[in-house]
């Protein structure tokens, strides 16, 4: 049997569309043993300096100004104008992902970002390719931005964007409603007692996880002055990732608070965090809101970057299994008013269970499978 070359894209914007593709490799390689798998991050310096300066250029769009965003997203939504910007972004990439075809001669090449996704879809359009193309989409909305005719199967978050997609005239066959991809490894969680236990953290303890996502963004140290307000001692658990400066700053404002603080940087006991909270307060990044819905966990959304992160908090606050906090709203009154009503916590946990796809890679990798077999 030949051996089959599959190439993962992705983009370091953000850690979700990575964690996906990291998951999806794993399973590939549980399955597919014998087969040539690699994963690409396309807006690395080291592929690209041009990709990688306008990742560059993103980060600080969303620091400085992050309506920008909220522009191009609506822009790019929809009609003459999204697909002319899709055209853009995808002819300023092209180049980049010729070479990188030509490098990697893929059989299958699956997208968890739409930037290679566009580059890839306008190389089959011009004929540099005979290469399965596949895209996982990683937002809870349909957006312009992933929809290229070009692409051979897509893999969406829920069964109304597959509808969406089958709308705009793609054939059911090649759209699978399976869930935003999170690692199988999340199966093995300990339970919250479990996890409280390893952690050193009381029984009863009130536990709340602040996370920003790989880049620590989010407003964690505005939340943590927010936090102070609330009378009722609380264990603060802090994932800062591999912003040092924001890691530093909750160090020393953890020495004058009246709760309990704890902070990481990048770390993988980012589940065991997760299972021993009450509630998790973070930005409404697409990866992170499935893994909690996985765990059973209550979010508090905020600060979303304007765009696919503000359809993301509509959808799960809409489905009870979050609430979203709006600019200018107390964070802290909501999260008084959450963990003093024990029985809305639990049905916000029970909704987030009822919300989650824990299998969503698997049946990525699988419905990739059926399909290659039935195109063979």
């Known amino acids: 049997m030949k051996t089959r070359k599959f190439l993962i894209m992705t983009a370091s914007i953000g850690s979700g569309h990575i964690r996906a593709a990291e998951a999806i490799e794993q399973e590939l390689r549980k399955r597919f043993p014998e087969d040539e798998i690699q994963v690409v991050d396309f807006m690395s310096h080291k592929i690209s300096k041009f990709n990688g300066f306008l990742k560059s250029l993103y980060l600080r769009m969303l620091d400085f100004v992050p309506n920008l965003y909220d522009v191009f997203y609506k822009v790019s939504g929809g009609g003459g104008s999204g697909i002319l910007a899709q055209t853009m972004f995808a002819g300023l990439m092209y180049g980049t992902m010729r070479r990188i075809l030509q490098e990697y001669q893929p059989d299958v090449l699956l997208c968890t970002h739409p930037f290679p996704e566009g580059a890839a879809a306008m190389a089959k359009r011009f004929g540099h390719g005979g290469f399965l193309l596949a895209a996982v989409l990683t937002d809870y909305s349909l957006h312009q931005i992933w929809i290229y005719p070009q692409v051979d199967l897509y893999f969406t978050a829920t069964e109304e964007m597959r509808e969406g997609l089958i709308a705009k005239g793609f054939s059911p066959a090649s759209v699978l409603a399976v869930g935003i991809s999170v ?7 300990p339970s919250c007692g479990k996890a409280r236990e390893e952690l050193g953290l009381a029984e009863d303890a009130k536990v709340i996880l602040l996370m920003g996502g790989g880049l620590g963004l989010g407003g964690i ?6 936090l102070e307000q609330v009378e009722m001692p609380l264990s603060l658990l802090v994932i800062a990732g591999r912003n040092e400066d924001l890691r530093r700053k909750v160090e020393a404002w953890g020495r004058d608070t009246h709760h309990e603080v ?15 909270s009450d509630l998790l307060i973070t930005k409404p990044g697409a990866l992170t809101m499935s893994e909690a819905f996985v765990l059973g966990i209550p979010m508090l959304l905020h600060e979303p970057i304007p765009g696919p992160e503000t359809e993301n908090a509509v959808y799960a606050s809409g489905h009870g299994a979050a609430i979203w906090v709006h600019h200018g709203e107390s964070l802290a009154a909501a999260v008084q008013q959450v963990l003093s009503d024990g029985s809305r916590l639990s049905a916000m946990r029970k909704t987030a269970l009822s919300c989650a796809k824990p299998h969503a890679t698997g049946n ?4 990739l499978q059926r399909f290659i077999e039935s195109k063979s």
């Open 183 to 189: 690692a199988e490894s999340i199966q093995e969680a």
């Open 364 to 367: 990525i990798v699988e419905g």
């Open 262 to 276: 704890r902070v990481w940087g990048y770390t993988d006991r980012v589940y065991a965090l997760m299972a021993a």
């Open 221 to 226: 140290a505005a939340s943590l002055k927010e």
